[in-house]
């Protein structure tokens, strides 16, 4: 941290201009540009890799210089304090977060950006957060897929949300201009977190955490799999010019959860039964599926009939 000397005379440095004149808003183009450099003196957090989870699917600043002079306005970054010392704003071409009420806004403008970016962002803005940004398949685009969050005010909640959306916060799709990932969290935040955020997948792209491939937007949306044979399933795979893979699915019993070990095709027999099934990358889905039919769901804990 810079003393109040040094910091005198960085700001001496810094370029003034009138009240009122071009460039003299803390939110114009050349201000968000310095805020940028000046926050790339900050070192990046470092990564958490979350790892797979087995089990039943029940989805439950440093101070940097802006001040009035007496003849003019410093052009610099808008960082306003919330009385905390933390800066209540952030922005450079990666990601811009906004304090808004009792939360941070955070807009991913590129979310192919080293995550690094990001985290110095959240460290300007007073939040230890580490934010991976990972492909995904188009139903799971803007939503956080995994994540570890700190802890909130005494007797909160801490809770997020996650959006695709537009300035005005309406939802878009991914590749439309002026669409952004969103990312809401607590302005009292305390403590590590890390969130993995689903982007659009480039071309090729093996999804980072697998979704449903039957819901809207995935390659066998609508399709009816649970429970059914998987001879019926490989014809509607077929039909939509798909390939498939398969992971037979290890019962722990009704309530316990399960595992999964990869088979190859010449293992699975046309009686086989499907429980689900997953999207993999684009044109490629994975079966999950056991040897014999149960009389209850085993990725889903449940009594579940054949769909109709």
Known sequence: MK????????????PRVQPGRPGGRPSDAGARTLLASIMEEEPGAAAVEPQRRYGFRRLALSLAAAALLATGIVVGPSLLQDGGGAASSYASSEIEIQREGDEYVARIKDPYADHDKYSKAFKAVGLDVDLLIVPVSPSRVGMVVSGSVGASGPGNVTTW????VDRDERECKAGEKGCYLLLRLP????????????RQARAGETYDDPGRATVAGEDLAGAKVHGRPVGQVM??????????????VKPFGPDKGYGLDPLTADQVGDDWTVWDAESVRAGVVRLLVTREHLNYNPIYGMDVQPES
Do not use: C, P, Q
């Open 187 to 198: 302005a009292d935040l305390t403590g590590k977190s890390w969130f993995k955020l689903g």
């Open 161 to 164: 949300t996650s959006a695709m």
């Open 3 to 14: 003393n109040v000397d040094e910091i005198v005379i960085m700001m001496r440095t810094l």
């Open 235 to 248: 014809a509607e795979v077929r039909k939509r010019g798909l390939t498939a893979g398969f992971e037979l």
